[in-house]
């Protein structure tokens, strides 16, 4: 069942979308793509710089606190190559993953902590945010019900693990109550990380004609965000479309509306973690001559030893 799981995770976010297409045709796809233009694109760069380095400046606080030194250089460059992936690659997690074992290689067990503790940290306060939103909107309150439930049902497996392993997991609750002594400067990075994300999905909304006021705008598109979590998407795809197709419908907006809103999303969000495809050929170029250097070294010691 393990070797299974990441192949229905897949196909579970291909099935939402071949859904999606299917009840709204290609229609809202076609419609997204010639929404965005040269000055979206601009934008998307920009905000995602912005983001990416309120984020990364997370994980250098989150890293910190546990005695581990991270440039924050260092941390924007590999918080770009983890978005990237994310952004290319099925379940959407798999560019944390990447940065995790990286870190880990460099400082430990405690690296790869800094790096789950920064993602745990960066969704409480959406969820916390989005929660007190989704109040004062019962109607997408009640549509999205099941979509709730499962991320409840989700999130609770997850603590029941965490508790029948709470021995393994004793360091991680050390270093927890470490990091939660600076709640106060990740909270402040998360909220700005936060409204940088909302930004974008507000410029995808409007190149995407949804004229509806912020007030009932940013409760669904902070729904979204929060779905994207579920690791059960294909680079960030699949969920996100079929959570706020359902969310405009419920508010009156139009369900086409909302998955053309959600596809201009997806398609600024890739451009805004191009920079992260830079950052890994890069490290690939640097890795190259690396490996050349050490060759030569090898040769005198195998003369030596055939003489």
């Not at 991270?70 to 983890?82: E, M, N, S, W």
């Not at 997991?169 to 998360?190: C, E, K, M, N, Q």
């Not at 936060?194 to 995808?204: D, I, N, R």
Request: aromatic share 6%.
């Amino acid at each position: 069942m393990t070797k299974l799981w990441p192949w229905l995770r897949l196909l579970a976010g291909l099935s939402i979308l071949a859904a999606l297409v299917w009840r709204h045709s290609t229609g809202a796809f076609v419609d997204a793509l010639h929404a965005v233009d040269g000055r979206a694109l601009c934008a998307a760069l920009l905000i995602g710089l912005l983001t990416t380095v309120l984020s990364a400046a997370r994980w250098r606080l989150v890293a910190g606190r546990l005695g581990v030194s991270l440039p924050l250089a260092d941390a924007v460059i590999d918080y770009y190559r983890a978005q990237f992936l994310n952004a290319v690659l099925p379940a959407g997690i798999l560019g944390d993953v990447h940065r995790a074992m990286n870190h880990g290689q460099r400082s430990g067990a405690r690296g790869v902590r800094a790096v789950f503790l920064e993602r745990v940290m960066g969704q409480v306060v959406p969820v916390v945010v989005g929660v007190a939103l989704l109040v004062t909107r019962p109607a997408v309150l009640s549509a999205l019900a099941p979509a709730l439930i499962t991320l409840a049902v989700v999130l609770g497996a997850l603590l029941i693990l965490a508790r029948w392993r709470r021995r393994a997991l004793t360091g991680t609750y050390t270093d927890v109550r470490a990091v939660l002594a600076a709640w106060p400067a990740i909270t402040a990075l998360s909220l700005t990380a936060l409204a940088g994300h909302l930004t974008l999905f507000v410029v995808a909304a409007r190149l995407a004609g949804a004229t509806a006021p912020l007030r009932d705008l940013l409760p669904l598109l902070l729904l979204a965000l929060l779905v994207m979590v579920l690791p059960v998407n294909v680079g960030g795809w699949g969920p996100r479309e079929a959570v706020l197709s359902i969310a405009f419908g419920a508010a009156g907006l139009g369900s086409a509306q909302g998955l053309t809103v959600s596809v201009v999303y997806g398609v600024l969000t890739f451009v805004a973690c191009l920079p992260g495809a830079a950052a890994l050929l890069l490290k690939r170029r640097e890795a190259v001559p690396e490996q050349l250097d050490e060759t030569p070294q090898r040769v005198p010691a195998l003369v030596g030893a055939s003489q």
